[in-house]
Nanobody
């Protein structure tokens, strides 16, 4: 059994910063991509940022230059530093990862965290 646990959400004023963290635990063999998605009220879930096991990153255009994703492979943890936050960044942020387990080391499963709410006030 593998799970992702997020932390770091909360309420912040526009222009402020927050740092999200997500740690994977369980019978992990390896982790490929780790990513952050978000879902605002009434909208579809969208990819915000992703980082692969070699550290290559990808960002949604709406957050480029404001958000930074990083990971600590030794801790099975992904972070996202969010700066210059805007009210439109308000959403539930979900951690996502492709994880191979000890039981099936050649197959990657998509795992989701429970989500953490980020609210940006104007």
């Amino acid at each position: 059994q593998v799970q992702l646990v997020e932390s770091g959400g909360g309420l912040v004023q526009a222009g402020g910063s927050l740092r999200l963290s997500c740690t994977a635990s369980g019978s992990i063999f390896s982790i490929n991509v780790m990513a952050w998605y978000r879902q605002a009220p009434g909208k579809q879930r969208e990819m915000v940022a992703a980082v692969n096991s070699r550290g290559s990153t990808n960002y949604a255009d709406s957050v480029k230059g404001r958000f930074t994703i990083s990971r600590d492979n030794a801790k099975n943890t992904v972070y996202m530093q969010m700066s210059s936050l805007r009210p439109e960044d308000t959403a539930v942020y979900y951690c996502n990862a492709l994880i191979a387990t000890v039981a099936e080391p050649t197959r990657y499963f998509e795992v989701w965290g429970q989500g953490t709410l980020v609210t940006v006030s104007s």
